[in-house]
């Protein structure tokens, strides 16, 4: 018997949106569908979308490319699964597009996709049909992928590198909020995803950095959307950073545990659950669809070459600073200061570490984390981190 799960994603309610938000396609509803022979796959959509469909190998997925969409999914939209069909994700993974990651359960092909014109209640809908198959089977079709007619639009890059200033010769600090898009990062138990923790935090700090006219600050992300980890240190490396800080916010088996924490990269981590956090955040080009077999190894081994010792010394110096000045304003984890192999702090010139705000899994930590006030004291204590850092820093160089 067929089985039928339903994702209502809500409409907007509150204030208008602007034109140019009207005009996009809008997902009125999902649905996961297991039948004897195939799991079914259907989007319901405001218009007759374009598309690119095709399937990624360990893990196995099935990435969906749209144009970029209106979505109002509801609460635990996550956790529809069915058939084939473990998992499914959705967000902005680039400027004009979306996209949609369904983690399949075993080896399976795409062996249909269409879309079917609106008739009786139902709008458009576009339907995919994946089947089983052997691993070796899936590995060796190699196959290309499903595209509409006309075709989707390329992916356009999410990352713009502001130009740099004439005679500007302040210090350069870049901020990246982790996650984003397609990658929601944590979740707290009441709804909370870590992307926009970590988003707040990074615009708060901007606005305490800048407020004093020393420093010229450079986001990595700027609104909800995919930034691949390569492409975060790849800004920093471009825009010539000085600094690059990370933000995040973690979950815990336990609800128990609370506290903030400083990372820096390291050639073996200084724990068992600092080397898990790597594991975890390294996995978010995976979430976000990418195909990781194209990459260099650098960043899906985080090899530390040589060019980056001096680097990773200063970011030690920084993070033992920065960890002094966030125990004033914040409670921390004990050993604050933690080392792992964190694909996103791998720059080889530039001074890099990654804050873990807190716990979205504690209850108490999670309103800390909401809160402005809690995000005006957090983001002092980073610039008055930056500040004594810097003036190490000068007078090192003066000696």
Known sequence: MTRIFLL???LALAAPAAPAAWAQPMVSQ??????PDKTR???ELSEAPRYRVF???DPFRVVIDLPELRWAPGR?????????????????????????VLDLSAPARVSRVFVLPPTGNYPYRLVIDVVPVSRASFLAARAAPIVSDPPLDPASSAVAVPPQPEADERRTIVIDPGHGGIDPGSRSLTGVDEKNIALAYARALRRQLEAGGRYRVVLTRDKDIFISLRDRFGLAERVAGDLFISLHANNHDSPRVRGASVYTLSEQASDAEAEALAAKENKADIIAGINLAEQTEVVSKI????????????????ANGLVGELGRVTKLLGNAHRSAGFAVLK?????SILIEIGYLSNQTEERLLRSKKHRIGVSRAIGAAIEAYFERQTSLNRT
């Open 8 to 10: 209502a994603l809500c």
């Open 30 to 35: 999902v649905r996961i569908g297991e039948h």
């Open 41 to 43: 796959f259907v989007m």
């Open 55 to 57: 399937t990624l190998a």
């Open 76 to 100: 635990g939209e996550g956790d529809q699964k069915g058939g084939l069909i473990a998992a499914m994700r959705f967000g902005l993974f680039a400027p004009g597009t979306s996209r949609v």
């Open 303 to 318: 090899l530390i070459d040589l060019a980056q010792r001096e680097t990773m010394n200063l970011s030690k110096q920084f």
């Open 347 to 351: 720059s080889a010139t530039v001074p």
